[in-house]
Structures are given as structure tokens and as C-alpha cells.
T-cell receptor
Framework: GNSVTQMEGPVTLSEEAFLTINCTYT??????LFWYVQYPGEGLQLLLK?????DKGSNKGFEATYRKETTSFHLEKGSVQVSDSAVYFC????????FGKGTRLHILP | GAVVSQHPSWVICKSGTSVKIECRSL??????MFWYRQFPKQSLMLMAT?????????EQGVEKDKFLINHASLTLSTLTVTSAHPEDSSFYIC???????????????FGPGTRLTVT
């Protein structure tokens, strides 16, 4: 089956800092990869996705590149804002999405 | 497109009563829906997979008689928490898979969640 390993949090950064949240996967074949975000008190939102190797997903200033050589899908943002404070999930999936603990991100003003 | 709604968004009920949560796919058909629960500051735990017209498949450790799932149509699945107790208080999130070709294969769309508080 497919599984992912996500960087554990919490991660605390100052506003405008560079963000990287690591996510590596093990899989048979090349499954689609996703990043979800959950803002405080809210449900899940799909942040970005990549459906094949070398694809780059991007949204709201966040980017992640599907790298088959390192089996990674790290989430990056060049300059974080306080409003980016949330929990970020890089889920694994087989036939259904399985979530790990996520990475809690705190951005300080 | 690909919107999933949940109703109610929050509910408070007394211990011993039952409460029903609805999950609807608003603009696509979903033969498969998923129910998750989330405790404060913890991950989402998959509870069950709901298949239209058939019985739900429950994950290990989830009581099927406690959490009744019905998926009677291609756009609606319901989760009923029976004889609720305070430990059932949680954030319940549903997800639907677009199986009619309107989205990427096996992409899941998530509802906004329902916060259940049992007093």
C-alpha cells in the first residue's frame, strides 16, 4: 500500500519567514499526492495537488513538487503570513485518504 | 464545483439521545462517501466508508451499532450517533468521492464538519 511520512510539528515561524514542511511517500506506482489545510475551527480544504511525477502544485503562495527521485512532496512558501497558521496534512492513500497527525504551524507577527 | 455540505454545522444533545448528521454532495454524484472524526488537536480518524445502496464498511475499533451510516442516494449519506455519550463529543467530517467522471480519479472532497457536543 501507499504511505506517507510527514514532518511533525508544531512549527513556529515569524511572519515573512520561509516555510518547508517535509512529506515523503512510499508507494507502488505514482499515486496522486495532496496537501490539505485545516484552519482553526474549520474543516479541511484541499490546498494543492500533483497527479504525476515532476508536477508542481501551487495555491495561495504555497508550492509542492512531486519528486520521484526523492519520493518527496515537500510543502514550501517563500513568505508566510499570520493567516497561514493552521494544521497541514499530507495524507497517504490507497483507495481512501488516510490522515496522519498533520503539522501544526504557528506564525508569529 | 465539487462542493460537499454537512448539516448541522454544530449540535448539542443530551446524553442518551441520538443525533443524525447529513452529508451531501451538492453538484456531483458520490457512490462512495467517508466519515472521519477528529478530537481536539488530533488527526482525522477514518471511521467508515459509506457505499450507496449497500452496507458501510467500518474501520477496526469503530462500533457499527453506535455509529449508524446510511447512504440511500448518490448525493446523501447520514451518520447517526445512537445513545450519545460525552465521549462521543467530537468534530465529524464527511468526504465524498466524485465517481461520475467530474473530477480526478479517486479525488475526495471534504465537508466543513459538524461539531457534536454531548452534555
Amino acid at each position: 500500500g501507499n504511505s506517507v511520512t510527514q514532518m511533525e510539528g508544531p512549527v513556529t515561524l515569524s511572519e515573512e519567514a520561509f516555510l518547508t514542511i517535509n512529506c515523503t511517500y512510499t508507494a507502488t506506482g505514482y499515486p496522486s499526492l495532496f496537501w490539505y489545510v485545516q484552519y482553526p475551527g474549520e474543516g479541511l480544504q484541499l490546498l494543492l495537488k500533483a497527479t504525476k511525477a515532476d508536477d508542481k502544485g501551487s495555491n495561495k503562495g504555497f508550492e509542492a513538487t512531486y519528486r520521484k527521485e526523492t519520493t518527496s512532496f515537500h510543502l514550501e512558501k517563500g513568505s508566510v503570513q499570520v493567516s497561514d497558521s493552521a494544521v497541514y496534512f499530507c495524507p497517504g492513500r490507497d483507495d481512501k485518504i488516510i490522515f496522519g497527525k498533520g503539522t501544526r504551524l504557528h506564525i508569529l507577527p | 464545483g465539487a462542493v460537499v455540505s454537512q448539516h448541522p454545522s454544530w449540535v448539542i444533545c443530551k446524553s442518551g439521545t441520538s443525533v443524525k448528521i447529513e452529508c451531501r454532495s451538492l453538484d456531483f454524484q458520490a457512490t462512495t462517501m467517508f466519515w472521519y472524526r477528529q478530537f481536539p488537536k488530533q488527526s482525522l480518524m477514518l471511521m467508515a466508508t459509506s457505499n450507496e445502496g449497500s452496507k458501510a464498511t467500518y474501520e477496526q475499533g469503530v462500533e457499527k451499532d453506535k455509529f449508524l451510516i446510511n447512504h440511500a442516494s448518490l448525493t446523501l449519506s447520514t451518520l447517526t450517533v445512537t445513545s450519545a455519550h460525552p465521549e462521543d463529543s467530537s468534530f465529524y467530517i464527511c468526504s465524498a468521492r466524485d465517481t461520475a467522471g467530474g473530477g480526478a480519479p479517486y479525488e475526495q472532497y471534504f465537508g466543513p464538519g459538524t461539531r457534536l457536543t454531548v452534555t
